[in-house]
């Protein structure tokens, strides 16, 4: 037993022929290149130019490729990127140890017309092809028909030749890409000529790709494509075998099955034993043709694509991760997998065991963010080609030649941490290496920052690897006042994102050779330029980085997430924070984590955010246990809850503003936030946040002068803005589900558009004064030679005009107030009409504005008049009939009355434009489910309850918040009419939530459907109420039966 474990636990690599030099080589110094194949015996490697070249009105690239020779030291460039003689083109991508090349070429046999805009095109397609003494000879396109050709793109291509130079493989390739058909061409000894043969695939395949053949071209490999998904696949005597993932006791591949993943096949070893393959293009993995079984290779996180083509006969695989993409930072993760022992470690440890006296001009070093990828390997394992992104965007290509023997490969070092600790300050932790390779001494461990060493710790143990270990491991000892745990500072670390690996040093017992350990996967930590408060982030830079926020994965995810800031997410269509939660029904927890916020000397700090969610690709996921919790920690390891939202409980598709009080938690400490995003995997979610500050403070002062309206089942509250008035109109709130902005105009003719109230409306500003109007403006600029409009704001009591004024000096695109001359005392017993005319302005404007929205008040918040206010019309009515347009009416105008306690106001008064929304608070709790839009300063409180003390909060575009509001009690309601629905079973309405309809059992004379700012939605007197069209959320039903009122709290639910 003891003998099984340590041969378990023992990592020793192989044992390889000498091989007489070792050195690298730079084939292509001077030049453009991508090597594309290597010779069994590494002799000869075959690349392209990539440089694109013009071909009619498409370009070529790659058309132009070369032969090296490393006995002769040579760079011989063989065809040509030549338009005028496409047959010298030829694009190479494999050679034989005789020299004999494989590619494609642009044959003038096989010509195609494409009619483009510049009118017909005619140029050959590509055709594969062999290259052998400086002749190509054409390998047609087998039993194909020219015709089915329709773009330059098309025909055959060989992809690889066996070494014995008698069986190319490749595809026919179909519009341009679209379809592909694996194919090869057998040479036939007895007739001298190419046979061209289809690979088979299974019926309800459309089709795939051949990539690489072995030396005796027995074992062909790639993949096979079907309508949503590629598999990795092998062809033997004919036959496909399709490599599936399989479940076991320990993984279960078989999601790489279904649909939507990308498997390929890539490499076969010269011998045919084993094939390097990937699964869902992030995953390397090793099959075993022999044994039909397979073995993965590492997995590492953000991992957007693989190259893992180079496959040697002892099953040895050099490839590399891919990171980045097309818009972002890219770089590779070059390795080296040995099938002798199990271990995949970086390129660069490669190079260290076996030519670290030779000196590279490249970095292989994954922390240095490299560009180089290994392409091919010998038969041996000792040649290895790839090629590199220089900072110039061009290629070049590289051999590295190598004489290996017999070595050890000490354990990595496990369980590494690092944690900012202070201002330019990183401490690294680890575990202590458990053991030593025999007759090696454990003497220190080196710390690595972004792949550079930066520091050396002396290892303390009491032990050595010189006693009577089995199995080429020695346990080592520790003391039993040692830790298990080995620690460095590293100070004066510069602010960013930085990558720390550890690795442990032994010294040989007998002699002084060293032997370091690969490096650990490198842990990222980021350390910013400051801790300073208040910290505010509106995500406008379009990164998460600029504020040194990071990632954090709390378990190994099998759910994918991706944090990022995108634009047109957040609260006014900003820049905002958004995280993506797909579902594969396993749980998942991840978070998004704020730098270092010192608060060592602050009494008071509190956080705040906008959030909300939304749901992908379906309204019916299963919520149950899905979490969003914030977070805060002192120390980095424990986190405390301070607010969670269960999404079963909260609305989607609204935005909400959060403020928390975490003092008791933060105060007086160093401390970080965190967004915790953790649940079953069962729903696909979309997480959005704005805005967020952390601060000690209230920066603005509160609302003003709140106050209300009492009656048996609401309360009406209403509170001034920020130029101290109370404001009447009927806009609703477009943080949440489908309020749009419409624009209206008359043709260049007079227009009045005016939101009407009556007396009840009117009831809590009895003898308060009219003192100004606000309307927005609109205006296409993109119109030339526009009129400018003119417009004045109108005021109607009782249906006559008593106030027009105006506007001077209108801004366009924006809110323009309009301090009233002769301000108008209200008189609660009249209708009031408030509104905007519009006159003498360019025809093709539209300069009124409104919400489109489901929340109008048909004749109150619609009305217009085409003759000066004589008559009115409901713009709801108007579009009623207009097809492809009938809701474009649901309006509520963009035009605000504003209220004063006093008829005379400052000249100077000016809207605060940084103000967004407002909570309202009752005894403490927020009861709007989600913001309070800032030009609607007003709340209707459905659910009240005795003796409840409201308050107001405003917050702002720039994250911060202002004071509680001075607050408004309320006693005991007064009695209630409305009867208990418990008690009254003809009116116990189903279902609740609803989705399509609720019905209402029993008689009554009205229902009146009610959303949460008390607006009617709908009205009606029918047993069964559709909803369908309405949006998700919370309603209230309102039911009449003679004097008797009903109120029933109902949720739609999409």
Known sequence: MKKGLLLALCVLLGTFNAQAEKKFTMISTNCNSIGTGMSSNGKYVVGVDPTPVEYGVEIMSGFKSYLWDADAKTLTWITEADQVNPGKTGYFTDVTDDKIISGYFKDPDYPITVTEWEGDVTLPVNVAAIWKDGNVTSLGI??????IFNNFNDGSYATAISNDGKTVVGFVAVGNFAYSYPCMWKYDDANRKWNFTRCKY?????????????????????????QNRDVAAFWKNGEYTIIEGIKNMI????????????????????????ISFNFNDNLPCMYFTNENRYVKLGAYKDVTGLDVPAISNNGDIFGCYKYGNYWTEQYTRPFWYSLNTLREVGLDYFIYLYTPEIEIPLSFTFEHKVTSNPHAVSADGKIIMGNNMTEYNKYETWVLQTEAEYTIIPEDVQNIKAKVTDLEQITVTWDKVPYAPFQYVLKSYNVYCDGNLVGNVEAKSDGDGSGDGDGGIEPLKYSASNTTTESFVHNNVNAGYHKYSVTSVFQKEEGTEMRE??????????????????FFDNFDTGAIESNYWTIEDLMENPTQFYWGAGMYLGINSSFALNVAVTTDGKPYSNALVSRPLDARKLDNVYISYTKRYLFANSEDWDLTGDTLSVEVSNDGDTWIPVKAYALDTEEAGVWNFESINVTKQVAHTLFQVRLHVHGKGLAQLLWYFDLFKVGNKAENEAPEDLTGKVESDKVSLIWKNTINAYELNYLDNPYGWEVFNLAIGDEGKTFIAANSFEPDDLALFNEKYLTSIKAFINHDTSIEDSKDTHASVVVYENGTLIREQEIDAIKYNQENLVILKEPVKIDVTKELKIGLKIFNYDERQIPITYHNTRNFIAGKSDLYSQDEGRTWKRLSDFYSTVEGHELDGYCCWEITGNVTDESTV????????????????????????????????????????????????????????????????????????????TNNSNWAIYPNPATDCINIPGDFNQAMLLNINGQVVLSTTEAIISVSSLPAGVYFLKIENGDAIHTEKVMIKR
């Open 142 to 147: 087998g039993d194909f028909d020219l015709s």
């Open 517 to 534: 350990a690969p490096k650990s996967n490198p842990i990222e930590v980021c350390l910013a330029k400051t801790f300073e408060m208040p």
């Open 906 to 981: 400052s000249p100077d008064i000016a809207m605060d434009n940084n103000l967004m929304a407002y909570n309202v608070f009752r005894n403490g709790e927020k009861i709007n489910s989600r913001l309070v839009y800032y030009l609607q300063p007003r709340y209707i409180d459905t659910t009240p309850i005795d003796n409840g003390c409201y308050e107001v909060v405003a917050y702002y575009l720039d994250g911060s918040i202002s004071d509680y509001s001075v607050q408004y009690c309320i006693g005991e309601l007064p009695p209630s009419s409305i009867d208990d629905h």
């Open 202 to 226: 299974p019926s309800d395949a459309k089709g795939g790709q051949v990539l690489a053949v072995s030396d005796d071209g027995g074992v062909a490999v790639g993949a096979i494509y079907y």
């Open 251 to 274: 993984d279960d591949d078989t999601k790489y099955n279904e649909d939507y993943n990308k498997n390929c096949a890539y490499g076969v070893s010269p011998n045919g034993q084993y």
